[in-house]
């Protein structure tokens, strides 16, 4: 199973631009890259996937190297409420749940 | 269409009890996951249930075990609860075992105080 990393925590000013990088070294040729937010008290929102390249969609965008060992997640012009938790998820897209493994994700600080 | 909901939303226990949690899947989906959330940590699988089966299950001791109904709805129970039971308990459902992109819908959790 790859396993992830990410920074524990970021802070960022608002209206700035976002980017939380995640490491994968381990990634295999079927895993596709996924991205969570976590609000305190919520459950976890699904943000966006990414295979390779570039993905973007009207909350992010989600960039991918050519060797995929690392993603990065780009939030534009962010908020206070983006204020909250980023998990990286690495996995097979067709596996079941038992094959998600959540780590400990990036606490991002919006500041006015 | 509606989203997962939980109940109860808070619950307090004391060790050696037992306790069910409970869990309503979106609409159309019939795969139902649970996950534990300890403070400050990201949530760890449980296990998954399929139309009803067990299907996939984390590193968790039998006294943690679950239910599907027919409609998809889904309980957790947990026996003899210890202090580390204490966490965030979560719900997430799905249209397949794999889901749409493996994506998952969660619900607001229950938060479950052991005493």
């Known amino acids: 199973l790859a396993k992830t990393t990410q920074p524990i925590s970021m802070d960022s000013y608002e209206g700035q631009e976002v980017n939380i990088t995640c490491s994968h070294n381990n990634i295999a040729t079927n895993d596709y890259i996924t991205w969570y937010q976590q609000f305190p008290s919520q459950g976890p929102r699904f943000i966006i996937q990414?295979?390779?390249t570039k993905v973007t969609n009207e909350v992010a965008s989600l960039f991918i190297p050519a060797d995929r060992k690392s993603s990065t997640l780009s939030l534009p012009r962010v908020s206070l409420s983006d204020t909250a938790v980023y998990y990286c998820l690495v996995g097979d897209r067709y596996s079941s749940a038992s094959k998600i493994i959540f780590g400990s994700g990036t606490r991002l600080s919006i500041r006015p | 269409e509606t989203g997962v909901t939980q109940s109860p939303t808070h619950l307090i226990k004391t060790r050696g009890q037992q306790v069910t949690l409970r869990c309503s899947s979106q609409?159309?989906?019939?795969?139902v996951s649970w996950y534990q959330q300890a403070l400050g940590q990201g949530p760890q699988f449980i296990f998954q249930y399929y139309r009803e089966e067990e299907n996939g299950r984390g590193n968790f001791p039998p006294r943690f075990s679950g239910l599907q109904f027919p409609n998809y709805s889904s309980e957790l129970n947990v026996n003899a609860l210890e202090l580390d039971d204490s966490a965030l308990y979560l719900c997430?459902?799905?249209?397949?075992?794999?889901?749409?992109?493996?994506?998952?819908?969660f619900g607001p959790g229950t938060r479950l105080t052991v005493l």
């Open positions: 990414g295979y390779k």
């Open positions: 997430a459902s799905s249209h397949t075992r794999g889901g749409r992109d493996n994506e998952q819908f």
């Open positions: 609409s159309g989906h019939n795969t």
